[in-house]
């Protein structure tokens, strides 16, 4: 597609569910990071994923948070037993292709609003 | 590691009048320095960079930034704003090998008649 692609954009869900959150980046971008963007705390790293190189998972907030990368393009993150503080938009972005400079600009999808009752 | 540091988190200002959203990041090793904006119901996009070479960088829509090693900044300023710029900016910092992009909190910029 053109851009990076999320879905569902908005999910409510019961506490204690879990979760899958869906991310299709831009076709031929290497890398690909999930944040998570709540009122008042900007954008928080979640994870990165470069390639086929070990994921960078040290913005996970619990091990109630995991990620995956299949065949180096669809990212799912899932929340396993989802809790209030989990409510958020979740941002997923990608970067790559074309020259070295134009390797450096993230592209973001338009989020999943996650609201946990 | 990198981190980004936005002081202000909302900023006030009246039409043409002329503003700076400050960031300073705090780094061992040489960094990239990036502002993004978040219009109303927009998702975020690039509005300029700094990689390397000449410190002061410029976007299209009259915004510039300046890169202070010394200071370690990269405080984003415009001249005279626009109604239409009323969005969240947000600053962000990676490495040279471009691992890790990292974000500030953002500033919400409000333009007012």
């Known amino acids: 597609g053109a851009g990076v692609s999320q879905s569902p954009s908005n999910k409510v869900t019961e506490k204690g569910k879990d979760v899958e959150l869906r991310c299709d980046p831009i076709s031929g971008h290497t890398a690909l990071y999930w944040y998570r963007q709540s009122l008042g705390q900007g954008l928080e790293f979640l994870i990165y994923?470069?390639?086929?190189?070990?994921?960078?998972k040290s913005g996970l907030p619990s091990d109630r948070f995991s990620a995956e990368r299949t065949g180096g393009s669809v990212s799912t993150l899932t929340i396993q037993r989802t809790q209030q503080e989990d409510s958020a938009v979740y941002l997923c972005?990608?970067?790559?292709?074309?020259?070295?400079?134009?390797?450096?600009?993230?592209?973001f999808g338009q989020g999943t609003r996650l609201t946990v009752v | 590691a990198q981190s980004v540091t936005q002081l202000d988190s909302q900023v006030p200002v009246f039409e043409e009048a002329p503003v700076e959203l400050r960031c300073n990041y705090s780094?061992?090793?040489?960094?990239?320095l990036f502002w993004y904006v978040q219009y109303p119901n927009q998702g975020l996009q690039l509005l300029l960079k700094y990689l390397s070479g000449s410190t002061l960088v410029e976007s299209i829509n009259g915004f510039e930034a300046e890169f202070n090693k010394s200071q370690t900044s990269f405080h984003l300023r415009k001249p005279s704003v626009h109604i239409s710029d009323t969005a969240e900016y947000f600053c962000?910092?990676?490495?040279?090998?471009?691992?890790?992009?990292?974000f500030g909190t953002g500033t919400r910029l409000l333009v007012s008649p």
């Open positions: 972005a990608s970067i790559g292709g074309g020259s070295v400079y134009q390797n450096t600009e993230a592209f």
């Open positions: 780094s061992s090793v040489s960094v990239y």
């Open positions: 994923f470069q390639g086929n190189s070990a994921p960078d």
């Open positions: 962000a910092v990676s490495n040279t090998g471009f691992q890790k992009l990292v």
